[in-house]
């Protein structure tokens, strides 16, 4: 059975904090996805990644960077949180290459900046 | 460039149909995909259609497409309170690693 894990599925960070969210695959696909979820805007993509070390920005990468040093791991950092980073984020995989292949999604996490 | 709209609300009794629409706007698209997402959790993929196809039929689910128009619909038969929840419309395009998400419908099923 496939499955996507994040690390956390609530987390409260101050302004100013580094945060990082994990994501872990076991499903050994080369595709991973960071996506921010927001009511009314849906689902926008920050990064994803097609390979170990690979990585490539999304819609609105600004504020956040990534890291794959791993194929089954994939982080998303904020190197300095803000407010408006307030948010739903859900990490995906998927085998690559394959467009009737669909994403994986992991559970989220909901992360508040005070 | 592509833009993916949907309704952000719809309310049905149970029992009846629902039909959730979608509209985008990259003629491009490959395939178009519909996700739930139940309270609490990821998305899971329900459906998708190939944009050579017109409909699509899986159990209670029923998905058309109108490539002319750049409308997707979704349709649930025989609504079940079990199907209360946020659906997305997506759309592949651009590359085969790029796939747009629509804005969701919060399905509610009123019993």
């Known amino acids: 059975d496939v499955k996507v894990t994040q690390s956390s599925r609530y987390l409260v960070k101050r302004t100013g904090e580094k945060v990082f969210l994990e994501c872990v695959q076991d499903?050994?696909?080369?595709?991973m996805f960071w996506y921010r979820q927001d009511p009314g805007l849906g689902l926008r993509l920050i990064y994803f990644?097609?390979?170990?070390?690979?990585?490539e920005k999304g819609d609105i990468p600004e504020g956040y960077s990534v890291s794959r040093e791993k194929k089954e791991r994939f982080s998303l950092i904020l190197e300095s949180a803000s407010t408006n980073q307030t948010s739903m984020y859900l990490c995906?995989?998927?085998?690559?290459?394959?467009?009737?292949?669909?994403?994986?999604f992991g559970p989220g996490t909901r992360l508040t900046v005070l | 460039g592509e833009d993916v709209e949907q309704s952000l609300f719809l309310s049905v009794r149970e029992g009846d149909s629902s039909v959730i629409n979608c509209t985008y706007t990259?003629?491009?698209?490959?395939?178009l995909y519909w996700y739930k997402q139940e309270p609490g959790a990821g998305l899971q993929l329900l459906t998708y259609?190939?944009?050579?196809?017109d409909m699509k039929q899986d159990q209670r689910l029923t998905v058309l497409l109108n490539k002319k128009d750049k409308h997707l619909s979704l349709r649930i038969a025989d609504t079940q309170t079990g199907d209360s929840a946020i659906y997305f419309c997506?759309?592949?395009?651009?590359?085969?690693?790029?796939?747009?998400f629509g804005t969701g419908t919060k399905l509610q099923v009123i019993p």
């Open positions: 499903m050994d696909h080369e595709n």
């Open positions: 990259d003629s491009s698209s490959t395939y």
């Open positions: 259609i190939f944009s050579n196809m």
């Open positions: 995906a995989s998927m085998r690559q290459a394959l467009a009737t292949d669909t994403q994986y």
């Open positions: 997506a759309e592949l395009s651009g590359g085969y690693q790029k796939v747009t």
């Open positions: 990644s097609y390979d170990v070390k690979m990585k």
